[in-house]
């Protein structure tokens, strides 16, 4: 067995507080979007681009716009739940080295996509495991990354000039940090914690979780 693989599996998180902010390597950056373009593809389609973002004064405004969206989800809060997520950390926008937003071109090997034509999503798919590529290889270098999901892709498209039809998927903080938690923040935060696996497995069929285990 490949332990150092299902390390690097196990010490993969998401990063918010631990970024320090020092420039990375090009050769590593490199290396790392080469993991991401490697990723498997809908038809081979390979409908992903990679924006990569250092200036602070877009990443301010997009900070500032996450911090906006922050404070809307916890409008909708109350209570210990409220409490719970006035201290968790959501960014590290400014932080980080910097910002790699990964986009989906739906039109990409259009209109033919082998492998689409019943899954529409089945691109979507695919760029979610260009990220994960990109996640494990960074986290291979000792580098952090964390997944910026407070906003509206409206906005970040306008910011970056993302032209009508290609979706932002992800903003990915990424950099040198300090450290990678042992426990991941929001289970350290007490917002939700994993669940064994016995708890999602099932065997031939669907079995409903208030019919027993699988």
Partial sequence: MNE?????????????????????DDAVLTRVLEAA???????????????LVR?????????????????????????????TFSRIKVEGIRESSLGIVVTYDEQRGAP??????????????????AIQNLWLAATAENLGVGWVS???????????????????????????VTA????PDLERHGWRHRSPLSGVLHHERFTPRDQGSA
């Fill in 37 to 51: 373009h490697a990723a498997p593809s809908v038809g081979m389609s390979q409908p992903w681009d990679f924006v």
């Fill in 150 to 176: 407070f906003y509206r892709e409206p906005v970040l498209a306008a910011l970056l000039g993302i032209p009508d039809g290609i979706r932002p998927v992800a903003w990915l903080c990424v950099g040198p």
């Fill in 55 to 83: 200036d602070p004064g877009t990443r301010a405004e997009f900070a500032q716009h996450v911090h906006d969206e922050r404070e809307v989800f916890a409008s909708s809060l109350d209570g210990e739940r409220a409490e």
């Fill in 180 to 183: 990678l938690a042992e426990v």
């Fill in 112 to 129: 033919a996509v082998l492998g689409r034509h019943a899954i529409a999503d089945a691109g979507l798919y695919s760029v979610c495991l």
């Fill in 4 to 24: 150092q693989f299902y390390d690097i599996l196990r010490r993969r998180r998401d990063v918010r507080a631990e970024f320090t902010g020092e420039p990375v």
